[in-house]
């Protein structure tokens, strides 16, 4: 059977119009070959000195690295039987509750007990334990919490402890050698090493309506690591280890951590009050095609995030923001996506001047506007309800014909009161038969009572009934 396959394929190449210029015909010339540029010495020169050992660099590593111990207490009601009632007369529901047992990691970031983990290691316990690299265990409590970014800080009451020093993740470039120290699977803390595999990962899912903007490594990270130190070569702390996308539940070499210069931003805003603001610019948008930019006329090398929608009497409709405009640069960062503008933005505190460098009609703009407080909540039409104006790129997706426009539902909470009439990816045409666009025309019309909806989904326009509650 090999020798049968090989035959094959050493008749296909000899078949080929390439093989031979006679096939072609006299006149006929090769293809011109490719000049390619070919460096042929070795990786390495003899001359720089040869690594043997991280050890000296991870030792001191590993001593601000801590395991975190969460419990849970779970109540679950039981409804008697059926039956029984039937023959026993009222039965009452019996309540019965389990402790569910978590375990994390976290990084020590000052000597005085303070540590960062993730959000997702220490949400809703009822017990927070630290256990040190020196085998001391502390009772922790929560100081803040900020799923958005899935960042958690939380305190035990120690002096002097060991702590990581803070680089600048900025400056973290693809193939950068990196360390990730945590307590995977309960072994004991464990130390992998790989490389930065990407920078910026967004749109991944982990973090529903947050703020992605991941280092990917292939250094190996499971279950347990959640919160852990991914360090640099020089032992300093470049991200907290926060997800891994796996087909075993193991680590396949995906692995993210969410960029130390984010995590120690929402770190400070815990640790002063609590919780984290975030800046508001009051804009939805997309990002520009790679296609599109030179239709736009945007500078060479620009992507930039197209506004596709303006909120009224938001800080962009004050600075003068319009539909159309393409943002390009945030006070002198370089805008590639909107993903990366929305985070640019929920990093700057509200009441902050920021500089955005727009094109306008392929006419170059600088245009400064002042932050406002997000709303947590900037896209709920009704509660529990998520709406977004339709994109190109929604309607290429969910094959929707260009007759149709409207508001386009992104989520729905599976505890909100409309969960049973609206579901992600309905289109929302016509609220009470008036057309709706934006946000602030729908919020208008849905006042407290009933209401008649019509929504495009797969293939047809549907009529739904909602009865919006009184506040």
Same mark, same amino acid.
């Given at each position: ?13 000899v ?6 210029? /006679? ?13 390619l ?27 601000? =690295? ?10 679950e ?27 994390? &990691? ?45 960042? /958690? ?37 464990? =130390?992998t ?21 991941f280092?990917?490594? $292939? ?5 347990g690591?959640s #919160? ?21 539940? #193991? ?9 130390i210069?984010?995590? &120690? ?28 930019? $030179? ?9 930039? /995030? ?14 003068g923001l ?11 960062r ?11 933005i929920?990093?700057?505190?509200? #009441? ?18 002042t ?15 998520d ?27 599976? $505890? ?10 309905f ?14 025309s ?6 407290? #009572?009933?209401h ?18 009184g506040?």
């Open positions: 059977m090999k020798s049968k396959l090989f035959s094959v394929f050493i008749a296909f190449l078949a080929s119009p390439l093989a031979s210029p /006679a096939l072609l015909g006299k006149d006929a010339a090769l293809p011109k070959k490719p000049a540029r070919v460096d042929a010495s070795p990786v390495s020169d003899a001359k720089s000195p040869l690594v043997t050992s991280y050890a000296d660099i991870v030792e001191p590593v590993q001593k601000a =690295v801590v395991s975190v111990y969460s419990k849970k207490i779970v109540r009601r039981i409804s008697a039987n059926p039956m029984m009632r039937q023959f026993f007369g009222n039965i009452p529901d019996q309540e019965r509750e389990h402790k569910e047992e978590g375990l994390g &990691s976290g990084v020590i970031i000052s000597p005085d007990g303070y540590i960062l983990t993730n959000n997702h290691v220490v949400e809703g316990a009822d017990e927070l334990k630290v256990g040190l690299a020196d085998d001391r265990e502390f009772v922790a409590k929560v100081i803040g919490t900020d799923p958005k970014t899935d960042v /958690a800080v939380i305190k035990i009451e120690a002096g002097n402890l060991p702590t990581l020093t803070l680089a600048d993740s900025d400056k973290l470039r693809v193939g950068d050698v990196v360390f990730a120290v945590g307590n995977p699977l309960g072994v004991g803390q464990t =130390v090493m790989g490389i930065v595999s990407a920078k910026g990962r967004n749109q991944l899912g982990l973090l529903e309506g947050g703020y992605e903007s280092i990917q490594t $292939d250094a190996a990270i499971n279950l690591n #919160g852990g130190a991914l360090v640099d070569a020089k032992g300093r702390l470049v991200g907290i280890n926060s997800a891994i996308i796996s087909t075993s539940r #193991g680590s396949i070499g995906l692995g993210f951590a969410i960029p210069n984010l995590a &120690s931003s929402v770190l400070q805003s815990l640790i002063a009050t609590g919780k984290v603001t975030r800046g508001f610019l009051g804009v939805n948008a997309q990002t520009v095609p790679a296609e599109d930019t $030179d239709s736009l006329h945007l500078p060479k090398g620009a992507r930039g /995030a197209m506004i596709t929608d303006v909120s009224p009497n938001s800080p962009a409709a004050v600075a319009e539909r159309g405009d393409v943002v390009i640069a945030f006070d002198g370089p805008v590639n996506s909107w993903e990366e503008l929305r985070l640019f929920a990093g700057t505190g509200p #009441g902050t001047k920021a500089k955005l460098s727009i094109s306008r009609e392929g006419k170059p703009l600088t245009v400064e506007v932050l406002a407080t997000v709303d947590e909540k900037p896209d709920e039409l009704i509660p529990g309800v709406v977004t104006p339709l994109t190109d790129e929604a309607r290429a997706r969910l094959r929707i014909p260009a007759r149709f426009n409207g508001l386009l539902v992104r989520a729905v909470d599976q $505890d909100s009161y409309y969960a049973d009439v609206l579901m992600p990816d289109l929302l045409v016509q609220i009470d038969r008036e057309y709706v666009t934006d946000l602030a729908a919020k208008a019309v849905l006042t407290p #009572g009933r008649l909806l019509y929504v495009y989904y797969r293939g047809a326009l549907r009529v739904a009934r909602i009865e919006v509650k506040s």
